[in-house]
């Protein structure tokens, strides 16, 4: 992907930019992926924190993960597009949502996760493999 990629939410007073590329990519069917977008998925691209700049204010809701790690999802609290996570887990990297990019089109999925949890009706690339939860 095109460096460095910036991006932010709907109103535009949060913005990142982000000078590494990404570390992993995928699109994850978790429900609470799917109920904090309001989407059938959330594609999202994982970066090193050290390459993620944030600028404005945001405000998180903490959900828990199957693995008992804390997802710190990050929102604007003006317009309420959903941005970025904080995995108490991993805290070296940055999950980011991709439709949140200034140009998505450069993002590509390499995964479906935790389609478990996908809708019967949401459309999947059957190029891409699938992982029931998280991959491991
Ligand atoms: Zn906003
Ligand atoms: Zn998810």
């Known amino acids: 992907m095109k460096l460095p990629m910036t991006g932010g939410c709907l109103c535009g007073k949060v913005r990142y930019e982000i000078s590494a590329q990404p570390v992993s990519t995928a699109n994850c069917h978790c429900r609470s992926c ?3 977008v309001g989407a059938p998925h959330l594609a999202i691209f994982v970066v090193p924190t050290s390459s993620f ?3 404005g204010n945001y405000r998180e809701y903490i ?3 199957a693995s008992g790690n804390k997802m710190h999802r ?3 609290p003006e317009c309420g597009t ?3 996570v904080i995995n108490s887990g991993f805290p070296q990297f ?3 949502s991709a439709m949140t990019l200034d140009d998505p089109s450069d993002y590509k999925p390499e995964k479906d996760i935790w389609v ?3 809708q019967p009706w949401d ?3 059957p190029e891409l493999p699938k992982f029931a939860g998280n991959p491991q």
Request: contains cysteine; neutral net charge; aromatic residues 8%.
């Open 34 to 36: 799917q109920k904090s």
């Open 53 to 55: 700049t944030v600028m």
């Open 63 to 65: 959900t828990i993960a």
């Open 74 to 76: 990050n929102f604007c």
């Open 82 to 84: 959903s941005l970025f």
């Open 94 to 96: 940055r999950p980011v």
């Open 116 to 118: 478990a949890d996908a």
């Open 123 to 125: 459309v999947m690339d």
